[in-house]
């Protein structure tokens, strides 16, 4: 289990707003401030924070090992609880430069891997060399789903962090950049030091907008302290907020 709250910056043409939402551990969430509530197994929570406009907008995800995941939104401005079916998942989640597919946890079995070799990035000033790994849709429909033709992943070498990720839409052409901004380490109850991202960064080749996800507060396992009850569609549309 784990609580998280992060700001999120949404850059376009050279300005950069903040806006709001309240959000749950281990997605790369969007547009605004967001608090990532918590974390329970395979089930994550989260709400809108501020401002106003997106203060109640709030997601519940359910990831499962053998059947199809479930994701949830609530849109505060319809008072309806939203389902992310397969068309919806290269949409942009709450208008920010990343999509329902990009915060949803991937699904290792919809991807071909291919191992390309390795390659030094640049990170804070470093270089490192990383694993290099192409991802294609298996299918058809799954790369219409997702809008992406392929992915190019690099793989820090000796901690297994992703540093930078190539995102190339239906038509081939390199349309989204995301890039790792900071990470922190905590160790697992195997005492094992396992590596978590605090900061990332979507970029639109394109347009040139970039929404920065910026994660603090983490905690972890106990620390947590999280209620399991609250993990369900009806909990979203409470007006407590």
Request: charged letters at 30%; aromatic letters at 12%; proline letters at 2%.
């Amino acid at each position: 289990m784990a609580v998280v709250e992060g700001r999120v910056g949404h850059t376009q043409g050279g300005k950069t707003a903040d806006h709001g939402l309240k959000l749950e551990d281990g997605l790369k969430e969007t547009l605004g401030d967001l608090r990532l509530i918590g974390c329970v197994g395979r089930v994550k929570l989260g709400q809108g924070g501020y401002p106003a406009d997106d203060m109640g907008n709030s997601y519940l995800s359910y990831n499962y090992k053998t059947a199809p995941d479930e994701k949830y939104l609530y849109l505060k401005g319809i008072r309806k609880v939203k389902k992310v079916t397969g068309a919806d998942r290269k949409l942009s989640f709450f208008g920010s430069d990343f999509t329902n597919g990009d915060v949803s946890k991937p699904d290792f079995y919809e991807w071909k891997y291919y191992y390309l070799g390795r390659e030094k990035v640049e990170f804070k000033g470093t270089q490192f060399e990383c694993h290099v790994v192409r991802c294609t849709p298996k299918t058809l429909k799954l790369r219409r789903e997702l809008g992406y033709s392929k992915r190019v992943i690099f793989i820090e070498k000796k901690t297994l962090i992703t540093l930078k990720m190539d995102y190339y839409n239906e038509a081939g052409i390199r349309s989204k950049q995301l890039r790792l901004i900071s990470f922190t380490t905590t160790n697992n109850v195997r005492g094992q030091k396992v590596y978590y991202e605090t900061g990332i960064e979507m970029k639109n080749l394109k347009t040139g907008s970039r929404t920065d996800l910026i994660m603090s507060d983490t905690r972890f396992e106990g620390a947590a302290n999280i209620r399991t009850d609250i993990f369900t569609t009806e909990y979203l549309t409470r007006k407590w907020w």
